[in-house]
Each structure stands twice: as C-alpha cells, then as structure tokens.
C-alpha cells in the first residue's frame, strides 16, 4: 500500500501514542500487513545483538539548482531540529531497540551523491545532537540535474556497508523536481522494493512550478505512482514554505515509530499513472533537444 497525504492532516500525537492518527483509520489494503523478510543477520540482532536497531534510515536529500538557497538552509536545519525534537526522542525510545540507523547524503545528477552523515547510531539525546550537528557544519551547495533514479541507485548498496541492522530499511527520498537525468525512476525503484526496502517521499512545492527551473504541476503525484513503494510507504507533500520543518519532522517520525499516517489518496499500482513517469525526461529532451 502506498499512501499520500498532507501534513496539516497529521497530528504528531497519533504517532506517539501508537493508534491512527487523529480519527483517521488506517485503511486496508490488498496487500496486506508489511511483509519484509529478515535476514539471518537481522534475525541475530531481534534476538538481543547488540548491533540491532528498528531501523536503517537513508535520507536522501535534493540539492538540484531547482532549489534555492533559502531552501537549501531550510531543508538542513528541518532535518537537524527534527532529530533533536523531543517528539523524535520519544517515538525512538517507543521502539524496541530504542535506537535507529541513519546516514544522509545530497543528490543531483546521476553521478553526483555527496555522504554528509555516513551510518550514524541515534539513540538518545547525545547521540541526536552530533548528528544534527554534523548535518549543520556542512557547507551547503548546489549541483545540475536531478536523478532520483541515481539517487535510489547509490542508496541502495549503502545497507550492504550498515554495521547496524534494523528490521525495517528506508530510503527517504526529497525532492522539488521529477527525474530527468539517469535511467528511469520506476526502474530503480522496482530494484529497491525487490530487496525489500520501503522508500517515502517528501515532494517540495512551496514555488509555482517554472519552466525555467523544469518543475512540474502535481509533483505529489508524481511521487506517489512513480517513486515511492513498498509496505506502508507514504509521501509527505510540502506546499507552504512555513510548514517545511514540520513536514521534514512529521516524516521522521513516522519512518521511526513504522507508522502510516492518514490517508487523503490510496494509489492502485494496477493502473496507469496520473502523471507520466517520464515527465521529467521529455522536459528536459523538449527543452535542449536531447
């Protein structure tokens, strides 16, 4: 089942308190309960191994030159806040393990990912306040083209490198553009969810799409038929500048607590895509004729 839906709709209480969120029931689905296999590896660590966490976490952050800098500093301090917030210390500690696995890495291009964070222990206050301030002292920057497809291609190898193994492994990926650099998205991501990792979406459209910049109308769509998958996956979409950090923290809460947030629309991966998977290849081909 995939999910989208907005971030006024989300109440952090919910996720906290473990039930669904704010009146909402979570709905059913054809496919079922999550059924992501464990591997021996992650068997041992439920068991009691030390190196056991609820979750490996890939956070895979947009820095295309579609993105301003005011949103370049945004999206980092969100991400900072939000492993420092009390509501992420909270759901951490509601796990069983009561720590997570993280590394975040910048993308563009099919051949340009930049590991700021590389495999990171959270597991309390300690530990949340290096990452953030790790995530801060990184000069921010900016690259040319934007390949999801790329993105999920080098994330995908770094669970191989994770000394920690989690029950669950995301790829959280954000993003204010489609793919128009790479091989296809659906492609990489029909790879990741053969492997059994889940991956979310923040799609962000706080501006009016561009040509100029090769944005596109419903870029959440795009996210939730072309992007995103695996058992209870969900796009966060951000359409106001304001509520950036609190998407960015809502997200990460839910990726920790392994909830699904509220419904607003339920994709039938039977049918065609509302938006073409391959919109931001013909942009782009229309746009420089190649």
Known sequence: MRLLFSIGAVLVAGVLAGGDVAGFAAPSSKF???????????????????QSVDVELILAVDVSYSMDMDELAIQREGYAQAIQSKEFLQALKAGPNGRIAVTYFEWAASSDQKIIIPWRLIDGPETADAVAAEILKTPIRRASRTSISGAIGFAMPLFDEDPYHGLRRVIDISGDGPNNNGGPVTVARDLALEKGIIINGLPIM?????????DIDNLDYYYEDCVIGGPGSFVIAIKDREKFKEAIRTKLLMEVAGRTPTVMHVADKDKEPRVSCLIGEKIWSDRWGR
């Open 206 to 214: 706080v501006k009016e799409p561009s040509y100029s910049t090769m």
């Open 32 to 50: 079922g309960p999550p059924k992501f296999e464990p591997t021996r590896q992650q068997r041992q660590a439920a068991d009691g191994d030390a």
